[in-house]
């Protein structure tokens, strides 16, 4: 009998505390962001789409078209092609192609690669309504950031 | 300018005021109460529409104007069309009571307290209603629901509301505010020399107005996690929008009676602005509390629900009651 009237007061004032604590949050500022018009740092290691690396002096992919990526892609979405231009040592490469419909980012391309020509890049905003504009063409990406910065 | 002042313009001219306001909190009651539900829960709330959402209110209308009305197969189909009609009216006829201010009242009637109950009452029959007519099983739940949690709840606010009349001793609502003139201790909420559980008599009646509205935590109609939406499930476009706006028609109902009977109306301690002024401040203040209860606590379970009437607020209340005619006949 005791205990249970002694329940009201309690229960009410635990009402309060409630009340108190969303009181609380209700000044505090927003922590939310709003995303299409803000957004967050992306972490270091977060794993986007392959891109090409250039080189800082020449500009010029860093790729050698040894197609070793091409190999040990486990999904078997990427295709690398390359000449051999006069008075280069190395071959050039000039056609790489990434089909990102079927890549599950696992890395093996960039782990593999001699020359450090791959990276994983920071893109994120990739919707779109058909399948073609998921087959990247990388070289051409690397020329159109060269013009552009 | 003299046909202005005539009787039957001049209640012509209330009626258009108050469906106005009663529009309009609707409208932007519904924009507050996203954007505070955002504010508790440290998110911006609605933020596209205007700037910072204020244009909110115009484009749900607009969207829920453009819907077809569906009436389903099988309903009964002029109580379906009738029930949300019968929902609101009651609400904005009682609104017609409520003093404003000094003046700002459309019809002073010297019942008005018992009008606005007996008015209130209605709701819980057009809600049954709309629940029988839309012949879907969601629907008729809820509409039990809701019957049982009104009649429970209308006991406690009926014994609190008996209370009050016995210290004030009108049903006059504007002249219950004026009684309640001076500081703020004049105000009913505070007067505990007249019977020292006043504010209890309060908080008692803020809870029954949040159950007899249907209002989170207790929503038993609209229980969307178990009754998908109710009574409301079979509406759709402006059928169900009416419903919603009878809802913060009835929350405004509820507050404004709170401010006459315990928050003193009109009345300032300080007359810095016309009495309206003062009306809205406590009246928004009330209806602040009720979004703010809204997303704090959680649904009740419906035998809580009502074990919470049955149990407590009940025997609470006549305690009151006992407890205030001893006093008036003591002292």
């Known amino acids: 009998m005791k205990a249970s009237i002694l329940d009201v007061p309690r229960g009410f004032w635990s009402l309060l505390v ?7 949050q209700f000044f505090k500022p927003v922590i939310t962001v709003p995303y299409p018009h803000k957004t967050l740092p992306i ?13 800082p002096a020449t500009g010029k992919a860093l790729c050698i078209a040894c197609k070793l990526c091409e190999r040990a892609c486990p999904s078997d ?16 490469v000039t056609e790489f192609k990434l089909d990102f419909t079927k890549c599950s980012l696992c890395g093996a391309c960039v782990e593999v690669c001699p020359c450090d020509a791959i990276r994983f890049s920071k893109n994120y905003n990739l919707a779109s309504t058909s399948k073609e504009d998921y087959i990247f063409d990388l070289v051409a990406r690397l020329q159109a950031e060269k013009k552009q910065p | 300018m ?3 002042t005539a009787e039957p313009v001049r209640l012509l001219l209330a009626l258009v005021c108050i469906m106005a306001f009663v529009g309009l909190n609707a409208a932007y009651l519904v924009l507050a109460e996203r954007k505070g539900a955002g504010r508790f829960q440290r998110r911006p709330g609605p933020n596209e529409a205007g700037y910072g959402g204020w244009l909110q209110p115009v484009a749900d209308v607009a969207k829920l104007l453009s819907k077809q009305l569906i009436v389903p197969p099988g309903t009964d189909t002029i109580l379906f069309r009738l029930a949300p009609l019968m929902v609101i009216s009651p609400a904005m006829m009682c609104l017609a009571v409520i003093p404003f201010s000094q003046t700002l009242v459309a019809r002073n009637i010297n019942v008005g307290l018992l009008m606005v109950f007996s008015f209130g009452s209605i709701n819980v029959m057009a809600i049954m209603l709309s629940g029988w007519a839309s012949r879907n099983k969601y ?3 809820s509409a039990a629901r809701v019957v049982s949690q009104n009649v429970a709840y209308e006991i406690p606010m009926l014994l609190v509301v008996i209370t009050l009349l016995m210290v004030t001793g009108t049903m006059d609502l504007n002249e219950i505010v004026r009684q309640q003139a001076g500081w703020f201790w004049h105000w009913n909420l505070f007067k505990v020399w007249v019977n020292p559980l006043m504010p209890v008599t309060f908080v008692i009646f803020f809870i029954c107005m949040l159950a007899e509205t249907n209002r989170a935590p207790f929503d038993m109609a609209e229980a969307e996690s178990e009754l998908v939406a109710g009574v409301f499930t079979e509406y759709a476009g402006m059928g169900f929008g009416v419903f919603f706006m009878a809802e913060y028609a009835n929350i405004v109902l509820g507050c404004s009676l709170g401010t006459v ?8 301690p300080f007359g810095l602005w016309p009495g309206v002024v003062w009306f ?7 209806i602040f509390t009720v ?9 009740t379970q419906f035998y809580n629900l009502l074990n919470l009437s049955w149990k407590i607020l009940i025997p609470i209340s006549l305690f009151t009651l006992l407890l205030s005619s001893a006093m008036i006949k003591l002292f």
């Open chain 1, 18 to 24: 409630g009340m108190r604590i969303t009181l609380t």
């Open chain 1, 43 to 55: 972490p270091a290691r977060y794993r986007g789409p392959i891109e090409l690396t250039a080189d």
């Open chain 1, 77 to 92: 979405c990427i295709l690398v092609a390359g000449v051999k231009l006069k008075g280069e040592k190395k071959k050039s």
């Open chain 2, 2 to 4: 003299s046909f202005l």
């Open chain 2, 139 to 141: 629907a008729i739940i």
């Open chain 2, 261 to 268: 009977l315990f928050l003193g109306g009109w009345q300032s």
């Open chain 2, 280 to 286: 809205l401040l406590k009246l928004y203040a009330l």
């Open chain 2, 291 to 299: 979004i703010w209860v809204r997303w704090t606590f959680p649904r």
